[in-house]
């Protein structure tokens, strides 16, 4: 089956999106912790139960920030390759693409940037993604060929 240029570029925001997630989830823990412990020049030595939330919450972010780190290199990796295929298509088309997908920039807002109206924007945006459209089919082919 051919992969959609709209969902493969969508999948690499969709990363990029579940990072930003984590991260944000990791500066509220951050903030936790914040809230949890005291100041040092008022810290006092006691063994509370905070102790163990702390040590739970710090295991966590560890843990999170694994993740962020493994996904992050996935992303770059997917999005080397992709932007390795923008470079067969034309300057033009890769730029929207990049502004649309890469940028999140709306169809409003590549208008803007164009200088178009927003129709014409989405036909610009329609064209490069079949134009983008051809030259994953031909990789995927040819992907298919060098692996049988």
């Not at 990363?15 to 809230?35: A, E, F, G, M, V």
């Not at 932007?83 to 067969?88: G, K, P, V």
């Not at 990049?98 to 940028?103: A, L, M």
Request: proline content about 1%.
């Amino acid at each position: 089956m051919m992969i959609n240029a709209q969902d493969y570029l969508l999948s690499i925001r969709a990363c990029q999106q579940r990072i930003d997630l984590k991260i944000r989830q990791i500066q509220n823990l951050k903030n936790q912790l914040q809230n949890i412990s005291s100041p040092w020049e008022q810290e006092q030595v006691s063994h509370t139960r905070n102790v163990a939330v702390m040590a739970g919450t710090i295991a966590t972010i560890v843990d999170m920030q694994k993740e962020i780190d493994q996904q992050t290199t996935e992303l770059m990796i997917k999005k080397r390759e992709a932007l390795r295929l923008l470079d067969q298509i034309k300057p033009a088309s890769t730029d929207i693409l990049i502004k649309r997908f890469f940028e999140n920039k709306s169809v409003m807002e590549l208008g803007k940037i164009l200088f178009v109206t927003r129709r014409q924007a989405q036909r610009k945006l329609t064209d490069a993604l079949m134009e983008f459209q051809i030259v994953l089919d031909r990789w995927e082919s040819q992907d298919k060929t060098d692996s049988d």
